[in-house]
């Protein structure tokens, strides 16, 4: 078995080519959901959605996020009768929230929900929601305290960053679920997909009993990493990186993980700072990272996979210091 | 100004006439709100909708409900997931329940919902909820008690009905502005819509405060007969009227409106029945009566007023004992 922590895109393309080298049921994906917010009175949780389409082969291609094929009549109505337009929602899209928003009104938690859906998509995976509780970014930036998605979609992450707040997260119990998942005999590694490590993955280990979990593991833990040649490739990863005081490089983010994973895989591109890394007290694989394609995804999900065995049988992570 | 009592298509198609032919602002259409249902999480008003969309001119013109251009991503997306399809709603309409039912859990009244669409579509008309509160029609039939919406799109008006309950009518407070256009001085005369008078005229009178208000009128009220040659234009109106044991024509509709109404319109088909409904006691004015288009809402509308003025000079309203 194993354990992907995801956040939005690259979580959900890691997590996809994963999906496609291990026998169906066998891959867990715990994704965050301090992202998630409530809109227009819908219960939208945006990395959730974009790792659950992507697991169905359902999701717009160009984008990452959404799905293929969306129609937007629902926002140009509302535009229309004088609603709020400025987080996009599909029609298609759409369907989820609304759906979601009433199983969760008549009780259901957000883990059943999602698996419900994911029943209906016909996904093997069993996708997780960090928490069924509720956990809040908040960025704390030069124009104030702003909730995420204001900050993200609405401002366009246009103010500076000083820090971040994950609020709820230390109160929030785990899903069920994704505890047993790392604490499962059969569990082989646990893969840190190449998402935003301050606002996709830090709300993963903000909860406290994933970030003990993930500590107490007798597997490796190994990282893909966000950044490729000084960029992000997706999203604002470099930019908060820079605000938040970090080298953007892969350098950087072995430092930002250090003596928290065990393996980083880095991109071609980055080869020069293999060395450098390796000094820091982790290994390091260097391969292709961009995945522009399913078989892309398929390539490096095996090569990390790959990576994350040498390490299990080198075990370099027996000896790591706990770091709690 | 004229006050229009509406449910539906008809009344949605009678009141889009009386726009177009008196001073904008003149008009206020109080609608039926019985046939509402909370669907999917969402507040959905079919019959305010209905009039609602064809007074902003935006309403399909073959189906007469739903919007023109509309789309139907999200219910093949609802359907993918294994959500609720028996209740068709469309991407565009699905704005307005959204927006409606965010706006009723934030506070606002059902009217002032309603008011703020009207002003965002530019409605110069008066579209009133006939009141804030929750009523519900309840189809006592030989399936046993239904929920109006079950009976009426998911069973298709299957089941035979045997009575019809109005639950929270009695209850219920009439919109305050509806009570107000009763009262108005410069009222001239209050239109019966060609709708169902069953399950969209009844749930109006029912309301006590609306009851008393139209029957303490001191203009005309006037009605346009929602069955044409024994049949009803669109819906179940005549089976309906059948099961509940009246004869299905113009007669049928005389004599279940006698004693309530000054005036009946009723269509050149029914020409015979003119004289026999003059001996129940009230006026009859024969024209054509089928709304076609636009050009045949406004002759009919201009037709119905005419006759209202004519009922007002002669004041035979006047001599009618009150019905309570």
Redesign the interface.
Known sequence: MIVVLAGGVGGARLARGIQRVIPAGELTVIVNTADDFEH???AVSPDLDTVMYTLAGLENPSQGWG?AG??W??????D????ETWFRL???????H??R??RL?AGSTLADVTA??C???NISAHLLPMTNDRVRTLVHSDDGILAFQDYFVRLQCEPRIRSLDFEGAVSASACPAALAALRAPSLEAIVLAPSNPFVSVAPIFAVAELGIGITRRTVPLVAVCPIIGGKAVKGPAAKMMAELGHEVSALGIARHYRGIIDGLVIDNTDGDAAQPIRELGMAVHVTDTIMSDDEGRRRLAAATLGFARTLRSNAPWRDRPPVV
């Open positions: 227009l009175g819908l799905l969306e129609t009549s629902f926002m140009a109505a509302m229309k009768i004088g609603g599909g029609d298609r899209d759409l369907a989820t609304v759906e928003t009433r009104a419900r859906f029943a209906a998509l």
